[in-house]
């Protein structure tokens, strides 16, 4: 009987060294649970959800438990898919959901070329030099609206895109 | 080696359908006269729109080229009559997608003179294949079967692959629709010689001519053909007569018994798989120089006087076709390009006949099938479904919107052939609901893309502001560090000449 006890303990430990071991000095799979969340952000690097992009967003749910329900672009969809990967609860959107695709446009006869826009877009999306008109690339526009409010001219406007 | 023969591959499920097809086949191909006024759409093929070349007001000859190509993929549009450009604008189509689309009006001036030829083309056999597959892609050829593929495209595809067999489809499976059987009956010459231009650009040893079983005229007549030039490397099958077994890859598989894996091409297996209409085009554009610029199309219906196929010009409309066929009977209600199982609806008959007007089917009112019913899961779908998929499945995923299922279980490999809609005891649109969810997958699929690319933009711009920032912070401490080595007398001057310099303003 104490030979069978004894082999137990000896796995027991064993077992729990090793455990400790990895956990201890083995690299964690936060990074890849990092780069899972993002994959299933709708990536308009916006900032609604009150972090620089979506990236920050979800490292921020994954290491600090940020709530799930920032993300007005995803909308109730992607809120599904984070509670699904992550186990937790599905929550109604904090903020009301954008309708459709939009994207930036910029009034090419007012803009006066401060490049103030260019350096806010999270996407480089705004093409245009210093005193030169800007524009932004329509295919790589994600409609965040970051660059609205820096324009001293207020020439840039959202639309929708059908 | 013309008389047909039977060694088959195997079709998973089909329907054996009723195939109306008499009605329309009692006469010869007629030629519906030359109308007042043609309407070109420069989108008559897969692939990017044609752009036109010629502008409003300007005369034009039989067989000018109004409209080229742009883009990788395209067809080019020739003018199909002599006239005057009178519009270039929207005009209703029948597309599955979109009603109306950008049109070349021409105002037909009643002479059809054609484009002088430069001189007498040479012989195919004196061509390389290069120069054969060029010559094609200016001809504005397409497949005529009703997929409107640009020819030469899917030739040059074909060209980089190692290549077996060559199949061309005579099979028109679809009921109601006959111009393919009328064609193998009138052109059966034709249609050899265009397979022997495309086995020769090809460099093909075998090239099987199939035709249903429900075409006896037609095989006579291809086999008397065959029996004359006798050509060993040309076999003419007949295939029985199964919806939809003139699908391109459910044909490859009934014939080579070879299966075109999910997602690829019949080049996959070593098969190019041509319509006997394709055929024709091709000899007529090669031997003759005479681009696409007719096609024989049906028109039939019980809701038309004298059902018939006829051979109109591209841009002739619909409404002037029926006309021609002795108009509409009282009891017509539904117009329908294409055959009853694929076609689409449409509520105006001015849409033009273009390159993939294979069939113009006029019905009365059909009777009501009664409501959609919930699904039973009975499996009658599964059973007659062509590619093997599960369409009570799907059809629940469909409506789930789930994504990854739908694609687990194959949507995006259903030719939409109808067949599951026709047995369902449900009466439940499934074709329709999976053309819906095949958008929709599509839709996903861009929006995923977009995502990842402002991903990469995004976190390369990050980068990107990191490095600045960095080597700001360098050259900051490199300044730092030269004016500290620099000693107490240098500073001294710097301090000095800035004092002087805000003593000059």
Known sequence: ?162 | MSAPTYDLGKLHGGLRLQAHKKISTSEAIRTVPLPDQLVLPITQHAGDPAQPVVAIGERVLKGQLIADTEGSLGAPIHASSSGKIVAIEPWPVSRRYGDNAPCIVIECDGEDRALEPAEAPPAFETLSADELLTKILRGGIVGLGGAVFPTAQKLMQAITCELDYLILNGVECEPYISCDDMLMREYALEIVSGARILMHALKLEVGYIVVESDKPVALQRLGEVLAELDDEHLVLKQVPTIYPSGGEDQLVQLITNREVPSGGLPTDVGCLVQNVGTAVAIHDWIVNEQPLLSRITTVTGDGVTQPMNVEARLGTTVADVVEFAGGYTAGASQLIIGGPMTGKSVTSDRVPVVKATNCILVLSEAPSQGPELPCIRCGDCAAVCPVQLLPQQLFWYACADDETKMRDYGLTDCIECGCCDLVCPSHIPLTSDFRTAKARIRELADEKARAERARLRFESRNERLDKEDQERAQELARQKKAARNAGPDAIAEILKRKQEQDEDR
């Open chain 1, 1 to 162: 009987m104490w030979t069978a006890i004894l082999t137990i303990a000896a796995i027991a430990l064993i077992a729990g060294l090793a455990l400790s071991y990895a956990s201890q000095s083995l690299p964690s799979d936060s990074g890849k649970l990092v780069d899972q969340i993002n994959e299933l952000l709708p990536q308009t690097q916006c900032a609604q959800c009150g972090f620089p992009g979506c990236r920050p967003y979800a490292q921020a749910i994954v290491n600090d438990g940020v709530a799930i329900n920032l993300c007005p672009p995803g909308g109730d969809d992607t809120i599904r898919k984070l509670a699904a990967t992550l186990g937790k609860e599905v929550l109604p959107l904090a903020e009301q959901p954008v309708a459709g695709r939009a994207v930036a446009v910029i009034d090419e006869t007012l803009c006066i070329g401060c490049t103030h826009c260019r350096n806010a877009c999270p996407v480089d999306a705004i093409v245009g030099a210093h005193q030169l008109m800007h524009t932004i690339i329509e295919a790589e526009c994600t409609g965040c609206e970051l660059c609205i409010a820096p324009c001293p001219v207020d020439c840039i406007t959202l639309r929708a895109l059908s």
